[in-house]
């Protein structure tokens, strides 16, 4: 049953010029407007970075954009910033701002738009840049106890600091260093749990959980520990390397990564793609999406120590990874996509028996969910349970699914389509009580719906060519996004003129989500935490790349 | 309660019959490239070519792959050029180069196995496919392995991912942890050689680099049947595979 309530804030759709002119109304000299370019609808270049918490604020608050993320560029001589915001149906608009590489500070937003604070606190780790009036720099993804002070590897000068043999590298911890707890009371202590956990079956990700005693008042979790700095090491790379980096840093949605890097090479060189191919692409979108939310759902199962119900998920999961292996070639959907289409075509007849097995998973799932409905001793744990509220989702600008179940209306397949999703029925599921039980349900819809769209696809597969020849004509910038499993995928990407990687950005749903469930998530029993890390179905081996 | 129980009654037995008998359902190997013949030493020489890693080597007519640093991109499968041929099996474990002979872990460990996972920069393949050993189609209950959540109850640690740089520390403090006898286990593409991440700032390119290996297993990711016969071979009760390479000297 899907529940569809008003949100409590209707946004309003509003048009690109609208935008425009607000922004013109507002901030007139501060601004040059330009038409976007490559992926982006309208581009706001700030002649004054202090325009840019007011501007950011508005459109966020005022104009009902929702937050992308920032990219940050170090080019000949100069800082470029530029800050993503979408507004539902029209596009993504992008605030540019612009420095010389001396500035080492710049204006925070994260006190408008709160969504940004781990964007800025990446940027300070990695490039050295601070944000003036950001509450907390430091100790983010170059863990303090490990790294010392001044090392920004990802800035172009100095490619000594990454050197492999640098003393920097290999040190031993620092033993002085202790992490900062803010719960200060009679008999307060933190509960570290990670970076290994669940025998090692969770990936690596730590959490300091602080409490008094009974309750956890607040639970950080210590990220990157899977930090393998894709982007840094996809610099001065040819575009098929790249790819095979873009597929392989997150594997549970490597398709929806793969797919986000092609059209963005795509709108660089303007390859227009195969009508065949733009279907199969949504077909195999859809088919991760499926398979990816059977393995959540067995997930929190498993956190809920419901033992059959966790195995008769996880058959419904081993057999789509099966089925997807049949078919494709590979458990995981790895070396499918290329730019300009896709690397294989498959046949009518393999076609038909992708759609029995997932006719069969949809069987299956219906099944389970109506198992697990009337399980009160399942639902007494999943409801009421890491409540995230409609206010506070969208403040932290929550996306995906967990989004969806706080009465988030952002999906980029709607709000943004690519590959022709505008053409195909669907339904994108909402609730609103935004607690682990709302999470389930969501999980469950949106499979139906991923199941819908793989048959919709299916029926619209006409015989023809598979990719158009990718040729690298000039450099250039674009940007490239999916709907993830876990939520919207931007991967942007600076090409130079020989065809070689200059930037590639990668901002993930997850990195978005974490700082929201550090923030979300308060106050709860001890027990009840793995149910509420398995209800956010977080990566953290997307979030840390 | 009793509702569950009948369903899963109902559900019947989906667990393998590996290792009793080889298990032969479609897609639970994504299979591998394997040494291929060609009419001509420049159709090997182009085969070769197309490996974006440098598995693939032409020697003559024939190419023929380091399963080591595969990784299952697929190059090589589907496409224009002359084409390696694909064989879908699962046991790929195996020694390490610098090593020539496997001391599996004693007698009384065959059916009880204690196994710590440590993810050390992983992409989540390898230790999905991991964790799929706990499914009912694989049930490694049954073979008497475990999962542990202490180092100092686990007789095997399994390494996945290239080793990260902040997870470095982690990994070791678990090894250290580990009373002996204890062996060592990589698992996929990225725990042998680095994978597509490599030697960088954050990453060892292998758990060789850090920790002594006994045994490697190829793949990106390896299937979990693969993991299995890793697991098996570990206790002795399955052997390691012995290197293409080492064959075709003996044959």
Known sequence: MIVTPAPPTAPKKLEIEEIA?????????????????????????????????????????????????????????????????????????????????????LPSISSEVHAADWHEREAEDLFGLRFEGHPRLGDFILHDQMWPEGVAPHRKLHRELIDVHQEHFRRRPNSEWRPLLVVQD????????????????????????????????????????????????????????????????????????????????????STQVPARTKNLRILLSELERLRHHAGAITGICESTALSVAASQAAIVE????????????????????????????????????????????????????????????????????????????????????VGRASARSGDLRCDCPYEGYETYQFEVPREIEGDGYARLRILFQEAYQSARLVLQAAQRLEPGQISTPYEFLSGGVALGWVEAPIGPALHWLRLDASGLVERYRVITASFNNWLGFRVAVEDFAFQDFPIILASFGLSPTECDR | MSFWFWRGLRKGVQTTRYPKAPESAAGVTP???????????????????????????AQNHSARVNLALCIHCQRCHFGDEPMMEWRSDYEWTRLPD???????????????????????????ACLHEVKQLNNPFYNMHRLGMFFTATPRAADLLV????????????????????PNPKKVLAVGACAISGGIFGQSFVSAGGVSSILPVDLELPGDPPPPLAILHGLLAVTGRKAPVRHESASERSS
């Open chain 2, 31 to 57: 299979g591998r490239p394997v040494t291929t013949q060609f009419p001509s030493a420049h159709e090997a020489a182009r085969a070769a070519e197309v490996c974006p890693v440098g598995a693939i080597t």
């Open chain 1, 318 to 401: 081993e057999r789509l990874l099966r089925a997807s292996c049949q078919f494709t070639g590979h458990r995981y959907l790895f070396g499918l996509n290329t730019p300009g289409g896709l690397r294989r075509d498959f046949s009518a007849e393999s076609c038909t028996e992708l759609l029995k097995a997932i006719d069969r998973a949809v069987t299956d799932l219906h099944s389970l969910e109506d198992g697990l409905y009337f399980t009160s001793s399942f639902l007494d744990r999943l409801e009421d349970v890491g409540i995230v509220d409609p206010e506070k989702a969208r403040d932290l600008n929550f996306v995906g699914p």
């Open chain 1, 186 to 269: 009679p008999g307060a202590f933190a509960m570290p749990v990670g970076p290994i956990y669940e025998g090692g079956l969770g990936q690596s990700v730590h959490f300091l959980l602080e409490t008094v005693g009974e309750d956890v008042v607040r639970a950080v979790p210590r990220l990157f520990y899977n930090f393998r700095a894709v982007e840094k090491i996809a610099e001065e790379q040819p575009v098929s390397r790249v790819l095979l980096l873009a597929e392989r840093f997150a594997a549970t949605s490597s398709f929806a990564h793969s797919l986000a890097f092609c059209l963005a090479v795509e709108r660089i060189s």
């Open chain 2, 98 to 124: 610098t090593k020539q002979r496997y001391e599996p872990l004693p007698k009384a460990y065959k059916r009880s196995l204690h196994i710590i996972v440590v993810d050390a920069g992983d992409c989540g």
């Open chain 1, 21 to 105: 002119a607000a922004v013109r109304d507002r901030f007139g000299p501060a601004v040059l407007l330009s038409r976007g370019q490559r992926g982006v609808v309208l581009s706001v270049s700030l002649l004054e970075p202090t325009t840019l918490p007011p501007i950011s604020k508005m459109l966020f608050w005022d104009m009902g954009c929702s937050f992308g993320g920032i990219v940050v560029e170090e080019l000949k001589g100069k800082w470029r910033l530029s800050y993503l915001f979408l507004s539902a149906g029209c596009g993504w608009v992008e605030v540019l701002v612009e420095a010389p590489s001396t500035v080492s500070a």
């Open chain 2, 159 to 178: 390494v996945v991912g290239p080793v990260s740089e902040n997870m470095r520390v982690p990994l070791l403090k678990t090894y250290e942890a580990m």
